[in-house]
Nanobody, 120 residues
Framework: VQLQASGGGLVQAGGSLRLSCVAS????????MGWYRQAPGKQRELVAS???????DYADSVKGRFTISADNAKNTVYLQMNNLKPEDTAVYHC???????????????WGQGTLVTVSS
């Protein structure tokens, strides 16, 4: 299973970006898709996750500003980021937990990351 993320870039504080991540390969079913981020000198943290295209979870620091959504038909997850702040600057990593075959176990996969830089 491969994850291809896109949409990062440089934006001024208060601006918006939309991240996309497409999962491809041997996927029987997707259980969870989400975004994590890692800022320089800090640990990787959960930003947002979505389960079965409906149940969402957000880090407190992004609630009300970020929205996660998914298109199951396209195996794609999106992260709409509004009112960005300099503290949102980080490498954003796409993550998924999938079932690779009928009756198979759950497996975790990570994308390569996309850099988001928010200038003040």
């Amino acid at each position: 299973v491969q994850l291809q993320a896109s949409g990062g870039g440089l934006v001024q504080a208060g601006g918006s970006l939309r991240l996309s991540c497409v999962a491809s390969g041997s996927i029987f079913a997707i259980a969870v898709m989400g975004w994590y981020r890692q800022a320089p000198g800090k640990q990787r943290e959960l930003v947002a996750s979505i389960i079965t295209n409906s149940i969402t979870d957000y880090a407190d620091s992004v609630k009300g500003r970020f929205t996660i959504s998914a298109d199951n038909a396209k195996n794609t997850v999106y992260l709409q980021m509004n009112n960005l702040k300099p503290e949102d600057t980080a490498v954003y990593h796409c993550h998924t937990t999938v079932v690779v075959s009928a009756g198979g176990a759950l497996r975790d996969y990570w994308g390569q990351g996309t850099l988001v830089t928010v200038s003040s």
